[in-house]
């Protein structure tokens, strides 16, 4: 069994920010770099794939469906899963009080930190859980369902689904970088347990001192 996380392409809120206080989150689009890197991105999704029929379960976002019809990979099931949607910071963002909330979050901790008429990574963390619950089940008994599943998501839930899998600290989790735009990361089961292709960039050390394991 394989499950391939892949990140979004280049957004137009990871360019410009100001774009948070017009666009509502859900309706950022791609940008043309974007969209060239989730067509550059299709050829290695697909040779991660193989032969083998492939479910797809994609965040309801604009900038994520998008790349998922840009890769070109023909999916025997194509889901449209909120769960694996990008932590909501609310409704139409204010610029200043984005700045001053940025700035608490990183104090606080992304984990823990509530954003006001939003959700906090603790959220997050509980709905891609019951997400990965139900997915697992089904990979394991439904004999219908293909065994290789590709999630386009964001690059906070990636870091958070990858925590979930492998019962990673929160310590751990808050050391992580998200994987660049349109980066996958491959997680295998080999039998015994899942594994994990490759680890995520560190901006420091865990403070509890836990690393990311293969399982």
Request: with cysteine; charged share 25%; proline share 6%.
């Amino acid at each position: 069994m394989r499950i391939i996380l892949l990140r979004h392409g280049q957004s137009l809120g990871n360019v410009d920010e100001l774009a948070y206080c017009r666009i509502p989150d859900h309706a950022l689009p791609l940008t043309e770099t974007g969209e060239q890197q989730a067509r550059a991105a299709g050829p290695v999704i697909k040779e991660l794939i193989g032969d083998g029929p492939v479910a797809a379960y994609v965040s309801p976002y604009r900038r994520t469906k998008h790349t998922f019809d840009l890769l070109g990979v023909d999916a025997e099931r194509i889901v449209t899963e909120p769960r694996v949607r990008e932590q909501d910071w609310g409704n139409l963002q204010d610029p200043v009080q984005q700045e001053v909330l940025k700035h608490q979050r990183h104090a606080f901790g992304h984990f823990f930190f509530r954003l006001p008429n939003g959700e906090s990574g603790a959220d997050v963390d509980d709905r891609v859980a019951a997400f990965l619950d139900g997915l697992t089940v089904r990979m394991h008994k439904d004999e219908a369902h293909p065994k290789t599943v590709l999630v386009v998501s964001h690059g906070l839930t990636i870091r958070l689904l990858c925590r979930r899998f492998f019962d990673w600290s929160i310590d751990l989790f808050e050391s992580l970088s998200n994987p660049d735009t349109c980066e996958n990361r491959v997680l295998d089961h080999d039998g015994t347990g899942w594994r994990l292709d490759r680890p995520f960039d560190q901006w420091r050390d865990s403070p509890d001192g836990t690393v990311q394991l293969p399982r």
